[in-house]
């Protein structure tokens, strides 16, 4: 089935600066420096709202109940999968083998074996790790492999919610969407930050950033799709403006030393700019977002947030070993441009044409149409 509504690569860009940002915050030590966008975890709240935005943008309307050639729950869940899980593997495994290779050299590895087995098997299945691993991964993360990878299992369990809650009309979208932003402020507020979901201990915080991240998108994605176009092209260049102003005091935010942190502002990205710089930007589409080098790395978005991790320990590993070389800016921007360069290649070389082959292999044929007569 064809899902027929325009692409809006200026989204697309913002993924890509997301991204970008949460690859800048962990690579901070090979830069040389103590700080650098050490707020870039709010990234990932972005993340949840632009997917909650583009799944109701793209399929409710094929989802909700009346749809004139309604989808499948199990079609759904197919094109869910054929664009998370492979690259995911790929990074899975990227990351065994760096531990692998890890634990060999320092003699551990007869040690962590069982350690290491566990972490695989429910790693390639999508499953938290809730048995010791801290042999493996000093902050006991609960996908050992893939650090990020518990936002990618929120990802695909949000997006089981999706097709099930919209087949049933997505009621109560509101109610559920502020009961999570409450839930998420509460179980917050003695950290006083939202930067949780990937330890055992704070799970649950995971779970309610992605619920909340995903209402608001989708609740930002009804009021885009009810729009009046003809009344919106005159104040489409302020929009613009308003996108990018918005963009850039959330990048003040970002960069800002762990200081500053304060959980009301965080909420209030969440709750309020994120959602805005997404309708912003889907309705008045900037050109400066919509053309050029931030769709190629809005393309290669999720390449970079899913691999910067492992190329990240394996540049850190070869540094120590070369005593001339030492963490810097230059040496953080040479490994970055690797980065976005390795991104690209597997954007183009594996994660598009594994898509495809996982569309392709498991996706039911249409039924031929009956001959009238």
Known sequence: MTVSRPHLPALDSLRGLAALAVCLMHATPLFGLSALAPHAYVAVDFFFVLSGFVLYYRYAHVLLPGA??????????????ARLYPLYVLATLMGFALTTLWLAANGNLGAEAGASVYALISGLLMIPAVLDTSGLHDAQVLFPYVDLGWSIFWEMVMSVLFVFWAKAGLRFLLVVGAVAFLALAAATWSMGSVDGGWQLANFHVGGLRALTGFCLGMMTARVFLARDNAAKTTARPLLAWGALALVAAAAVYVVLGRSFTVLGVELLLLACVFPAVVWMTAVSA????????????????????????????????????????????????IWLAGVLVASWLCWKLFETPARR??????????????AEG
């Open 357 to 370: 082959w996982v569309m392709a292999r498991f996706e039911r044929p249409k039924r031929p149409a009956l």
């Open 286 to 333: 900037p050109r400066i977002l919509s053309v050029g080098p931030g769709v190629v790395l809005g393309g290669a978005s999720y390449s970079i947030y899913l691999l910067h991790g492992s190329l990240l320990e394996a540049t850190s590993v070869v540094l120590k070993r070369i005593p001339f070389l030492a963490p810097s800016p230059l040496i953080g921007l």
């Open 68 to 81: 004139q050639r309604p989808m499948g729950a199990g079609a759904f869940m197919l094109r869910r999968i």
